[in-house]
């Protein structure tokens, strides 16, 4: 799922012609308490914003994407859940993470699914704090300009934590069970990451690709 919008603002003091991307990145909008909370402080940061991008003549973008894979966790350099990021930089400072029981349910993980804390001003918050959303818009307008962030060398794969969620979601949406395996043998017939073609309905075929 992916919803691109663009909020056109008044031609009022054309200061600065910028133009300012708006990234929301996320698992799940409908179960994850964090995503849909995250979501909803993003839209109060926006309609806080949008009067002042008003005399700057700045246009706003604002990109949400739902990462429902390995192929665009790989494709958005995607981390953890949820993330924001302005003109392609993450507005959080580092990679904090525990449990979040929502997206464990989705998933159906015995490992558990972990989701991003946000740290702001020294305290710790499950979902993003509308300040902090409105001072990362803010610089890129009123701060040195900077590059956006290109494809890091770094990623070099999906972390993990979001393997074992993809391949737990891949499992569950199959219709019927594996032809590979009883579904008593799917959780260790193969590694996270191969769940996906190893036992899902796509991959029913007469022989077992880990055995």
């Known amino acids: 799922m992916m919803n691109t919008r663009t909020l056109e603002l008044p031609d009022q ?11 929301f990145l996320f698992l799940d909008l409908n179960t994850c308490t964090r995503c849909v909370g995250t979501n909803e402080n993003l839209e109060i940061a926006l309609d806080a914003v949008k ?3 008003t005399l700057t003549g700045a246009r706003l973008n604002i990109n949400k994407v739902q990462i429902d894979s390995e192929e665009k966790a790989r494709d958005h350099q995607f981390v953890t859940s949820p993330t924001i990021r302005v003109n392609g930089r993450d507005i959080a400072l580092e990679t904090k993470e525990n449990r979040c029981d929502s997206c464990t349910d ?5 490992e558990g699914t972990a989701c991003r804390i946000w740290v702001y001003q020294e305290q ?8 902090m959303i409105v001072e990362a818009i803010l610089q890129e307008v009123y701060g040195m300009p900077r590059k956006p ?3 890091s060398a770094e990623y070099d794969e999906v972390p993990e934590n979001l393997q074992n ?3 737990g979601q891949a499992i569950q949406s199959a219709d019927t069970p594996s032809s590979c ?3 008593e043998e799917q959780e260790s017939c193969c590694e996270p990451r191969e769940k996906p073609t190893c036992c899902s309905k796509a991959s029913q075929t007469d022989s077992c690709g880990c055995r």
């Open 124 to 131: 710790e918050y499950t979902e993003a704090p509308v300040a």
């Open 149 to 151: 962030t290109t494809i």
């Open 165 to 167: 969620f993809f391949a």
């Open 13 to 23: 003091q054309q200061i600065s012609p910028r133009r300012v991307d708006v990234d």
């Open 106 to 110: 989705l998933c159906g993980c015995d």
């Open 181 to 183: 395996c009883a579904p």
């Open 51 to 53: 009067q002042v991008l």
